[in-house]
């Protein structure tokens, strides 16, 4: 069994969607949880951070942690073009170090 | 904002050809590390540093070693390059353990070995 399982996708919704993106994980020592958002031919870049159990919004994003589930969550309100995108999982037990585990990525497509 | 710096977008090298990635990060950043992505794998671990001249293997080593001379460089040598070494490469860096904070990557090497 894979440390982190994420669903590959691909995903496409209208613009203006709600989208949700998931990750489920084994480990019940991992605490910090991270979103990556990638787009074609760019690096990963840092979308979401957060430590533990609940909710962080920014913006029109949500990161949302269950650890008891093992499942965490990326939501997206009024989906945009621009949203087109790869989205990687990460979580680890201790941040910074080479502990981390990412999922394969879901690749959305937003349509105008 | 963190800046990780990767010298080259695209490469394109031939078989048993010594190869070099570089990257430079501009944030003083004690982590770095080196993934390569590929379709279906995600990213895989292939080398990280924790401090100037210290290396430690991650979880796909075998045809690879990293030189690390200065703070913000990090190095990536394909010592004899194979087609299955074709990949995206990813450098990333970050501060200790300690700090909680996470890693931030660059844009990546595009490598085709031919």
């Known amino acids: 069994q894979k440390e982190v399982e994420q669903d590959p996708g691909p995903l496409s919704v209208p613009e203006g969607a709600i989208v949700s993106l998931n990750c489920t994980y084994s480990?019940?020592?991992?605490?910090?949880f991270m979103w990556y958002r990638q787009y074609s031919r760019k690096g990963p870049e840092l979308l979401m951070y957060?430590?533990?159990?609940g909710n962080k919004e920014d913006g029109r994003f949500t990161a949302q942690v269950d650890k008891s589930s093992k499942y965490i969550s990326l939501f997206i309100r009024d989906s945009q073009p621009s949203d087109s995108a790869t989205y990687l999982c990460?979580?680890?037990?201790?941040?910074?170090?080479?502990?981390?585990?990412f999922g394969t990525g879901t690749r959305l497509t937003v349509i105008p | 904002d963190v800046k990780v710096t990767q010298s080259s977008r695209y490469l394109v090298k031939r078989t048993g050809e010594k190869v070099f990635l570089e990257c430079v990060q501009d944030?003083?950043?004690?982590?770095m590390f080196w993934y390569r992505q590929d379709p279906g794998l995600g990213l895989r671990l292939i080398y990280f540093?924790?401090?100037?001249?210290?290396?430690e293997k991650g979880d796909i080593p075998e045809g690879y070693s990293v030189s690390r001379e200065k703070k913000e460089r990090f190095s990536l040598i394909l010592e004899s390059a194979s087609t299955n070494q074709t990949s995206m490469y990813l450098c990333?860096?970050?501060?200790?353990?300690?700090?909680?904070?996470?890693?931030?990557f660059g844009d990546g090497t595009r490598l085709s070995i031919l």
């Open positions: 990333a860096s970050s501060l200790p353990s300690h700090s909680n904070q996470p890693q931030h």
């Open positions: 480990n019940s020592a991992f605490q910090y």
């Open positions: 957060t430590y533990s159990s």
């Open positions: 990460a979580m680890s037990a201790v941040t910074g170090a080479n502990n981390l585990f």
């Open positions: 944030m003083d950043h004690e982590n």
């Open positions: 540093s924790y401090d100037v001249k210290m290396k």
